[in-house]
Structures are given as structure tokens and as C-alpha cells.
């Protein structure tokens, strides 16, 4: 065959260093072997490859910045790929492939407000989209960003949390559905945040991430709150295997969520009874 | 990193599943030249008492076999069932269906009340387990690809699809369709369908597939001309342990 | 393109030429039941048969198919895009739709390699059916004739005459490998046409579609929540055969396997099927079709609408192989079909 190309084949990656976030949960940050950045935009996603273990998808957490030739992933322990990065050594080697899919319109955002929630892992994917406006501050309105977790110990991105809190330019509310003795602060399911919240809605928009039971009750209290679905960004998991709209595992109706997703405007999904 | 120590032990059971290992002929020295076997009665004579990975064997039919176990257990950081006796009870499950006192002196006649035992179980009834490789007897190839996902550091989770799936992969053309019973609908796959490709039907010795829909079998069975005797016979040659649990114990463990 | 006639006696001689550069599937009769074999020498084709058991795409898509090798310890790893030529001898039209339409999806978005490799190595060779299958009902899913996706064409016009259109250059080149043979006059090619007609109408006697087909994606629109897919589903075994005989399913699951050494090692894949129970799992557990009827709602959903939405055209192609294959007979897409619409104009 003289034609040796195949989407199947993952490109090199290195492992630079690795940070706990939580018990489970752990930050991973890489640079592709070719030197290259990964280019991707936020709330995309890359297949990472343990060869003889498998492919498993993960979002990227890394904003996209020229000069910044790492990305960063924030992986749970959770299945054998995931185990299986969190015994790699800084200097070992993953596989890449992608970046997938589609991400929050970066464009559309400049000079509105935004309101970020987040349930558990989904900060992860957010994070991007947040790291990257704080780097562009000036170029957007208002930034509130909603925090759920389940208990205190879960959370995750801790220090950049409590950093963001002592900013006067972006509002941090964060809640635990269950707390613990050390926990000082909201409790209760993300929903009991947004009326602790004043927004303009016909100025802001909204991207959420989260467990799939958390959309439809938060899209329900948005759209209470006067914004319209045309200003709602969600980025829906599935499970994702080949990335390239073929192996059929992230269809959602009739889309696959790795090419039409993992981010949709609300407007798009709302008819499809299997999305939210 | 050390060799991991692995053992094998047997209950009650016919050694079918040390033998297929031993089958493996010449990759077995490839997968070995990884592990220290130091317990293994069809390959080797010498035995030692200390392991990490232990591989059982054959069902638990005497209340001693339990005692044996769950001293295993202790030693073991990892126990693996192997084979149809081992996970889902296999065909000792039979005598589940009889009296005690039917079976004890159909087995042992005038002797019966010199031998202690009771209804069969599979190993996980009685003590936990990291792993199980299901068939009668196991597929040296899962065998293989269970010990090589312990050494990477991989979960090895059985095939939880029917072993139609696998014989429609094979190109195999349906047993039942042709008028004979199979219950590879209901029974878990990772075999290959070997038994259909070779001509006969699924007996179901890997055990129901997790989420069995055992009501509908038995309609689809029926409706396939077949006697309800001949069906519940079927089912109870592998499922027997199952069929009295009916399903969800075994239903929650593994999802 | 042009027709031609051949007799039955060249076709052995023909085949054989095939066979030098080929690998030649034909089908063949294996109890009650056909299944497309490779070609031996003086063996009987079947050119009467119903309907070929194993799906066509297991020869495009095979069920496990090598993508890549690794190394362990390098971290290298290279493709792996195997195909030899083949030629698919004497595919009825609704199984050359079906190649199509897989053609269409593989191609959409990124190529996929494996399958394109393959596909461009095969050559096909469409045949008129002779006889319909007890299931089938293609005749309803504009399925009973193709226009393209076949290189060469034959329509058996008596006992030993086969009318044979050409679709493609290499078909051309292949029927003259052993010299040219005669075009058909128009009075050959008026038998065809026949031929052609009697089999629809026998088609359309049996199970027939009772509203237009291009319906059916509306009526599945308005049938997400309809309770027969929780009354039929009650009796799904979720054993997936409905997907694996089905020449147009094309998911797939990726998995990893090591040499015993623990050295090399490849990535493959495997069909994969929308009935089985963990298909929309996630890592954590949460199952995206956790319940039976969800899993049995979207494959007919995928066939009568999502593909629809897609390419324009039905993900079914009506040739009767699901209906046939379920052990618990609630594969139909027939008479789901005509149920949902019966359903959905009583509710107007």
C-alpha cells in the first residue's frame, strides 16, 4: 500500500507533569512530540491512547494560547485508561489523537456577559473556556461562574477557585450537595445558586457542564431567569470511541455527539428527546 | 518489578480448565516466563503456600471447601474463578435440584451419612473475587488475555453481550432458526461461539449474560416448538444456580 | 452503458480468468440456506436464491479488522489498511443499495481508510433475484432496482443466458477478459426488462407496505413515544442480531490486544450494535439507553429516520434478514412501520 495514512493513528504525546486535583481526580499536563501546539479551541476534545490498554476521551482543560505548547487534561481514576495515566511517570508517552468535535463560540461571547455552571467534572471542560477569557479579560463583560460539587473533598481546581474569589472582575458561588464539618459554605444541589446571582439576560450567555441529570433542571431555572435557548451552550458526554462520527456509541438521535458535539447550542438540541 | 506468584486450586470440578491452560503447550512459556507459577498440580509437582494471584477452580459443595477459601482468600491479593463450577456453580448445581438425601445416596449408596455436603455454590457466593473466566471449559484465549490485562494493569471485564453476537461475527447461521435448541441468547459471550461454529449449539456454560431476559427465552423457546421440560432441562444443566436466585442478586454484582 | 449476452457454458472459463487477480465470491446453497462462498472450480452457483445469509458488508467491513500496530516500549505505531481484490459475484439490488449507502456513510466527514481501501479493491457484480425471500420486502424500499454502485449487472433471461449490463469500465474489461462477447439485441434486452418486472410484482404481493415509504420518517417522528416500543421490546433478548445481519449497521466498538510477550501489540475493531446492552455507557456507569425499549427504539429510529435526516434516503433496504434472524420474531421493520402509521392516522 503506498498510501499509509489512517485516522486510527495516534500522534505522540509527553507526559511534563501530573498534579493532584482531588482523591480521584488528577491534572495531567502534556506536549505533543512533534512540537506543536494541539491547536484546539475550547471545549473540545482529544482521544488519549495507552497502547494495550485502549482509547478513552477527554476534554481538554488547557485554554488555547500560541505560545503555550502543553495541553492539559484532567483525568478521574476511574477505568483502566484512566488508571493507567495515573501510573504514568513525567518523560512517559501517551497517544493523541483529534482535537474533536465542536467548541463554545468564542466569537459570539466578546463583549457579553457570561455565566459558567459547573456540576463536578464538568468545571473541567469549562475551565478552558474560563482560563481563556481571563487571559483575554477586557474582550468580555461580566464573568459569574457557578460551582457544584457533591462533597468538599470532590472539588477540584481549588487554588484557582479561591484565586478567582479575590478577583473584583469575576464572581465565584460555589455549593456541595453534601457537606462535611471543614465545609463552611452554600449547601445544596447548583440550582439553589442562581438566585444568589443578578444577570442581564438579553446580554449573557450561558455554558454549562455537568452530570447529565443537572440540565434540565438548570436550562428550566435559566430559562426562568429570562434567557433565551438560543444563549444556552451545554457540552454533552457520551460515549465517544472513534471520534470520527463513524462507530455510532455517541449518537444522540441522530447525531453523533463527537462530530455535531460534545458542545451544542440549546436551540439544537431541544427537540431531540435523547440529548438532555 | 517482582514476578507476580500465581497458584491454582481446585473444588469440586473435573480440572478441565488447569488442563486447557496446560493446552496453551509452548505460549504457556511465553506467558510464564511474566508470572511464578508456584502452585499448579496438571503442570507441575512441587507446591508452595505463598502467592498472589490464586485461580479457583470448581464449585463449593462441602462446608470444609468454604473453610479452604477463605483461608485462599487471605493469602490471595487477587482470586480469579475459573470456569463454569468456579463462576456460576456449572453443572454440580444439578444436585441442587434434588434432596439431600436423594443425592447423597444416589452418589455414595450405603455410604451417604459418611459425607458432609451441601447445595453448590459458585466461588463468589462465598467469597469475594477480582475476576471470573467463565465456560466449561474456559477458552484458553480469554484465559491468556485475562492474565495479560493483569500484568498491564488492565480490568478485564467478560463480554456482558449474548453469544449470538460473537456467532453472528463468525457467520454462523442460527441454530435455533434451523429447528435446534440453543441458548446462546441468553448465555454470556467471549467463547467465540465455538461450539456453533463447530456445529453444535450453546449449552450455556458461561452462564446467563448479565440483564438475561429468562422470561423471554422461555417464550421464544416455546414458540419455537420446543417442550417446557425440555427448556427448564436446558437451563438447569448451567443455570441451575441462577434459576433459583432468579437473576437479581447476580443482575446487581455485576452492573 | 452497454449490455451484452452471455451463455451459461462461458461462464466458467470466465471465472476462472477471474480467479487469477481476484479472490470470486458467488453464491452458493449450504442447506436451507445460501451464503456468499469463495469459488471452486466446477461448483454450482445459485442464482436462484432468496437471500444471502451473511450480510454483504461483513466483506467490506469485516466483524474484526486490524487498524493499527504498537509497539509497547516505542510508543511507534503504524496503519494497518489490508484489502485484496475481490469480486462480489451475483448481489441482488437491495444489498448493492445497502453498499451504497455504507459507501456514503463511511465517506461522510472523515474517510474511513479501512473500508474505502477495501471497497475500491472489490468489484461487484449486481444480479436480478430470481425468487424472493419469505421476509423480505424490498420491493416497498425502492430497493428493487439500482442505477449505480455495480460494475457489471445480470439478469438471467433463460436457462442459460444471462443479459449483462455494464456499470463501470473495469466491469467492461472483466466480461471481455476472454474476448469480446455479444451485445444484446433489443429483443434481449426486452426479456430482462421483463424479468425484471415479474420479480417486483411477486414482490409486491407479499408483505407489503401499506403508505408510500417516503412516510416513513414522518410517522417515526411522531412515534418517539409510542408504546410499542415498550410492548414489542418486552421479548428482546438485546442479543444484537438484529444489527450484525443487517447489511447497513456499521457501528463498531476499538479494542486493544498484546502479544504474549507483552511487546507488540494491535488495535482492532469489532462490529458493535445499537441492541446490546452496555452500546451508550460511559465511563462511571451511567448507560445513556439503560432500558430495553430504548435500545429497540433507536435502531428503528436510525433505520426509518436518523439516516433519512442524513442521506435522504431509508437506513432499510427491506431485504428481510432482521426478521428472519431475531430468535424472539420482533425484528420487523415491516410491521412496525405499518403499525406506527396505522397509529399515527388514527390519532389524526
Redesign the interface.
Known amino acids: 500500500?503506498k498510501?499509509?495514512?489512517?485516522?486510527?493513528?495516534?500522534r505522540?504525546a509527553t507526559l511534563k507533569s501530573k498534579k493532584k486535583l482531588s482523591d480521584y481526580v488528577t491534572l495531567f499536563r502534556f506536549e505533543q512530540d512533534n512540537g506543536r501546539p494541539l491547536a484546539h479551541s475550547p471545549g473540545q476534545f482529544i482521544q488519549v491512547?495507552i497502547?494495550?490498554?485502549?482509547?478513552?476521551p477527554f476534554s481538554i482543560t488547557s485554554p488555547p494560547i500560541r505560545e503555550h505548547h502543553y495541553f492539559e487534561i484532567a483525568v478521574?481514576k476511574?477505568?483502566s485508561v484512566?488508571t493507567a495515566l495515573h501510573n504514568l511517570k513525567p518523560g512517559d508517552?501517551i497517544?493523541v489523537r483529534g482535537p474533536y468535535g465542536s467548541s463554545f463560540p468564542m466569537q459570539k461571547f466578546i463583549g457579553k456577559d457570561m455565566l459558567f455552571i459547573a456540576g463536578g467534572l464538568g468545571f473541567i471542560p469549562l475551565r478552558s473556556v474560563l482560563n481563556y477569557m481571563i487571559r483575554h479579560r477586557d474582550e468580555y463583560g461580566k464573568i459569574m461562574l457557578l460551582v457544584g460539587t457533591r462533597n468538599p473533598k470532590e472539588r477540584i481546581f481549588i487554588d484557582q477557585l479561591e484565586e478567582m474569589s479575590k478577583r473584583e472582575d469575576i464572581k465565584v458561588l460555589e455549593t456541595v450537595d453534601v457537606p462535611d464539618e471543614t465545609w463552611k459554605g452554600n449547601v445544596g444541589v447548583i440550582t439553589t445558586l442562581l438566585p444568589k446571582i443578578t444577570i442581564e439576560p438579553e446580554n449573557t450567555y450561558v455554558a454549562m457542564v455537568g452530570?447529565?441529570i443537572m440540565y434540565k433542571f438548570v436550562i428550566a431555572e435559566c430559562k426562568k431567569m429570562g434567557i433565551s435557548e438560543d444563549k444556552i451552550f451545554v457540552s454533552l458526554?457520551?460515549?465517544m470511541?472513534?471520534g470520527?462520527?463513524?462507530?455510532?456509541?455517541c449518537?444522540?438521535?441522530?447525531l453523533s455527539c463527537c462530530?455535531d458535539g460534545p458542545v451544542f447550542c440549546y436551540t439544537d438540541i431541544a427537540s431531540l428527546?435523547?440529548a438532555i | 518489578m517482582s514476578k507476580p506468584k500465581v497458584a491454582f486450586f481446585d473444588f469440586a470440578g473435573c480440572e478441565g480448565d488447569q488442563l486447557q491452560i496446560a493446552n496453551l503447550e509452548e505460549?504457556l512459556l511465553?506467558?510464564a516466563?511474566?508470572l511464578e507459577i508456584v502452585n499448579f498440580r496438571e503442570v507441575k509437582t512441587e507446591q508452595a503456600d505463598n502467592y498472589d494471584i490464586a485461580f479457583i477452580e470448581g464449585s463449593i459443595t462441602r462446608p470444609e471447601d468454604e473453610k479452604r477459601l477463605k483461608k485462599i482468600r487471605k493469602q490471595a491479593k487477587m482470586l480469579i474463578a475459573m470456569g463454569a463450577c468456579a463462576t456460576i456453580g456449572g453443572i454440580n448445581c444439578l444436585k441442587n435440584f434434588l434432596g439431600k438425601q436423594e443425592y447423597t445416596s444416589l452418589v455414595y449408596g450405603p455410604y451417604a451419612r459418611h459425607y458432609s455436603t451441601y447445595a453448590t455454590r459458585p466461588v463468589r457466593a462465598v467469597v469475594p473475587v477480582d475476576g471470573e473466566i467463565h465456560g466449561c471449559p474456559i477458552d484458553k484465549e480469554e484465559f491468556?488475555l485475562v492474565v495479560?490485562s493483569l500484568?498491564?494493569g488492565k480490568i478485564y471485564i467478560p463480554p456482558?453481550?449474548?453469544v449470538?453476537?460473537e456467532c453472528?461475527?463468525?457467520?454462523n447461521?442460527?441454530q435455533?432458526?434451523?429447528g435446534r435448541l440453543c441458548l446462546?441468547?441468553?448465555t454470556r459471550a467471549g467463547c467465540k461461539a465455538t461450539c456453533i461454529s463447530a456445529g453444535s449449539v450453546c449449552w450455556g456454560c458461561r452462564g446467563p449474560?448479565?440483564?438475561?431476559?429468562l422470561d423471554?427465552?422461555r417464550?421464544?423457546i416455546d414458540?419455537?416448538g420446543f417442550s417446557w421440560l425440555e427448556a427448564e432441562d436446558r437451563f438447569r444443566l448451567y443455570l441451575g444456580y441462577f434459576l433459583r436466585l432468579q437473576g437479581w442478586v447476580y443482575e446487581q454484582e455485576t452492573? | 452503458m452497454s449490455a451484452h449476452v452471455v451463455y451459461l457454458e462461458q461462464l466458467p472459463s470466465l471465472f476462472e480468468k477471474w480467479k487469477e487477480k481476484f479472490k470470486l465470491f458467488v453464491p452458493q446453497k449450504?442447506?436451507?440456506?445460501y451464503?456468499l462462498q469463495e469459488y471452486e472450480r466446477g461448483q454450482e452457483i445459485c442464482f436462484d436464491y432468496d437471500v444471502i445469509?451473511?450480510p454483504i458488508k461483513?466483506f467490506l467491513f469485516p466483524?474484526?479488522e486490524t487498524?493499527?500496530d504498537?509497539?509497547?516500549k516505542t510508543?511507534a505505531?503504524?496503519?494497518?489498511?489490508d484489502?485484496e481484490p475481490q469480486i462480489l459475484f451475483g448481489i441482488h439490488p437491495y444489498d448493492i443499495k445497502a453498499i451504497n449507502q455504507l459507501d456514503q456513510?463511511?465517506e461522510?466527514?472523515?474517510?474511513?481508510?479501512?473500508y474505502r481501501?477495501r471497497r475500491d479493491k472489490t468489484v461487484i457484480m449486481g444480479l436480478e433475484p430470481l425468487r424472493v425471500a419469505k421476509t423480505a420486502f424490498w420491493s416497498f424500499m425502492d430497493a428493487e432496482k439500482v442505477d449505480f454502485g455495480f460494475d457489471l449487472f445480470w439478469t438471467k433471461i433463460g436457462p442459460s443466458a444471462f443479459v449483462v449490463e455494464v456499470g463501470s469500465v473495469l466491469g467492461e474489461e472483466l466480461l471481455f477478459v476472454n474476448g469480446k462477447v455479444d451485445v444484446a439485441t433489443a429483443a434481449e434486452k426486452e426479456v430482462a426488462r421483463r424479468k425484471h418486472q415479474e420479480i417486483v410484482k411477486k414482490a409486491k404481493m407479499q408483505n407489503v407496505l401499506k403508505f408510500p415509504n417516503t412516510d416513513i420518517p414522518k410517522v417515526m417522528a411522531k412515534s418517539?413515544?409510542s408504546y410499542v416500543w415498550i410492548e414489542k421490546s418486552?421479548?428482546?433478548?438485546?442479543?444484537?442480531?438484529c444489527n450484525?445481519?443487517c447489511p447497513t449497521c456499521?457501528?463498531?466498538?476499538?479494542?486493544?490486544e498484546?502479544d504474549?510477550?507483552?511487546k507488540k501489540?494491535k488495535?482492532y475493531?469489532?462490529?458493535?450494535?445499537?441492541m446490546?446492552?452496555?452500546?451508550?455507557?460511559?465511563?462511571?456507569?451511567?448507560n445513556?439507553?439503560k432500558q430495553?425499549f430504548e435500545r429497540y427504539r433507536?435502531r428503528y429510529?436510525?433505520k426509518g429516520?436518523?439516516?433519512y435526516?442524513?442521506l435522504g434516503e431509508l437506513g432499510c433496504v427491506g431485504c428481510g434478514r432482521c426478521i428472519?434472524?431475531c430468535?424472539?420474531?420482533i425484528a420487523n421493520p415491516l410491521e412496525i412501520f405499518n403499525f406506527l402509521w396505522e397509529d399515527v392516522s388514527y390519532e389524526k
Open positions: 500500500m498510501n499509509k495514512f489512517s485516522p486510527y493513528v495516534p505522540l491512547s497502547f494495550g490498554i485502549g482509547e478513552a478521574r476511574i477505568g484512566t508517552k497517544g452530570p447529565p458526554e457520551r460515549r470511541k472513534c470520527l462520527g463513524k462507530c455510532g456509541h449518537q444522540i438521535n441522530g462530530v428527546e435523547e | 505460549r511465553d506467558i516466563s511474566h491468556v495479560k500484568l498491564l456482558d453481550y449474548p449470538c453476537v453472528k461475527k463468525a457467520g447461521i442460527c435455533l432458526e434451523q446462546g441468547m441468553i449474560v448479565p440483564g438475561a431476559n423471554a427465552a417464550q421464544v414458540e419455537h452492573t | 449450504k442447506g436451507d440456506y451464503l445469509y451473511n461483513s466483524s474484526y487498524l493499527l504498537f509497539d509497547l510508543y505505531s503504524k496503519p494497518v489498511v484489502a456513510l463511511m461522510m466527514g472523515s474517510v474511513d481508510v479501512n481501501a418517539f413515544n418486552r421479548k428482546c433478548l438485546s442479543c444484537g442480531s450484525f445481519i456499521y457501528c463498531f466498538d476499538i479494542q486493544d498484546v504474549d510477550l507483552l501489540g488495535r475493531r469489532t462490529w458493535d450494535g445499537c446490546l446492552r452496555s452500546f451508550a455507557s460511559i465511563a462511571g456507569g451511567h445513556f439507553r430495553v433507536h429510529m436510525r429516520r436518523y439516516i435526516d442524513l428472519q434472524s430468535p424472539a420474531r
